[in-house]
């Protein structure tokens, strides 16, 4: 297996992760902050690396968000759709959710870096980064 497809699954292990931490529920009785999550990952005969991460369930569903430029977070779910094959949300009839994700070598979406990368500041108007300086030579 190339670094390229063991560096981006352990990225996409990492936002899962988090994302189970942060907006899913522990598996078993847990109350919320106290309790597991799973990690698994496998791969199959044609060199497909799938990563998934189990948790208790949430609020809401595991959907990409369009975060605002100063938004802290919410950009996860678009790193791993840009580094991906696919991935997808599977539920158990215990409650438990499942996220997985399959990286395979040579699949990056072609604009993967304008698609994470932030914009320029000049191409925000509401910044206004150069009327300060207009008068300054």
Known sequence: MSDAVVDDAVLILSELLSNACRHGRPLGRGMVGDGDV???????????????VTDGGGPTRPVPATPSVTAHGGRGLNIITALADTWGVRDDVHGEVTVWVVVQAGHRHEDFATRVAAPSAAAI???AFSDPFDDVD
């Not at 799973?38 to 998934?52: F, S, Y």
């Open 38 to 52: 799973r990690a698994a990952w496998h791969v199959d005969k044609t060199g497909r690396l799938t990563v998934e």
């Open 125 to 127: 108007s509401d910044l």
